[in-house]
């Protein structure tokens, strides 16, 4: 296997040059790049063309996220991108995933570990860190549950489902989609059901997290 050119991006210089002095002792990788924010790893990739990109997400002036999702419509770098994060929740891995990533890896795991994952992503694989999988797996169901109840939705109860969760009142709601309040109440109540929520605020949470309104 040839030498693997890497990019790093992180704003913490001292796990930058942990992981430059690491990744180039045996002589299999090249660090060919740094970057300390998103903004400065947009500016330097098109000039350094790493093969691999390690990429952190809690970063200034521009997140790991927002880095990722230009680099995913921008079809003239080509890149492998591997997330080394701290994050563990599943919320930032299931965003990253959406988005578009090759890769995804703890700071805590061994060098064996992110060893492994580089080559992968190199190799044109997936690699999620093995215990992470089951909590994404697990994210994964509970959003097409999520999928199948908005399914199950009339449009009308969809349109009174949006309104619910701006907290507007039964009333309210008749008035703006020249309904009576019986039929509103009526709707409300088949949502709660089928949605499988027992009042207005546990509603509008699900009409937030699975993004049938916009919240500024």
């Keep these: ?25 045996e002589g299999e990788f090249k660090v060919v790049g740094e970057a300390s924010d998103g903004v400065e790893c947009l500016e330097k990739i098109k000039d350094v063309k790493p093969d691999v990109l390690l990429l952190d997400i809690n970063m200034p002036n521009k997140n790991g996220l927002d880095v990722l999702k230009e680099l995913s419509a921008d079809k003239k770098v080509n890149v492998k991108v591997l997330v080394l994060t701290v994050h563990n929740e599943v919320e930032y ?46 994210k994964m169901l509970s959003l097409e549950n999520d999928y199948d109840k908005i399914e199950s939705l009339t449009k009308r109860e969809l349109d009174v489902l949006r309104h619910l969760a701006v907290g507007m009142y039964n009333k309210e709601i008749a008035t703006t989609l020249e309904i009576s309040e019986r039929t509103v109440k009526n709707h409300v109540s088949n949502i709660f059901k089928k949605i499988n929520v027992s009042d207005r605020t546990q509603a509008a949470v699900f009409a937030i997290k699975n993004n049938l309104i916009s919240i500024h």
């Excluded at 296997?1 to 002792?25: A, F, V």
């Design 1 to 25: 296997m040839s030498c693997i050119n890497i990019m790093i991006t992180d704003d913490h210089s001292m796990i930058r040059e942990g992981l430059k002095q690491l990744l180039e002792l």
């Design 93 to 138: 891995l299931l965003k990253a995933v959406e988005i578009g990533i090759d890769g995804y890896l703890l700071k805590d795991s061994e060098y064996a570990e992110l060893k492994k994952a580089i080559v992968s992503v190199y190799e044109g694989e997936t690699y999620i860190q093995p215990d992470l999988i089951p909590m994404l797996n697990s």
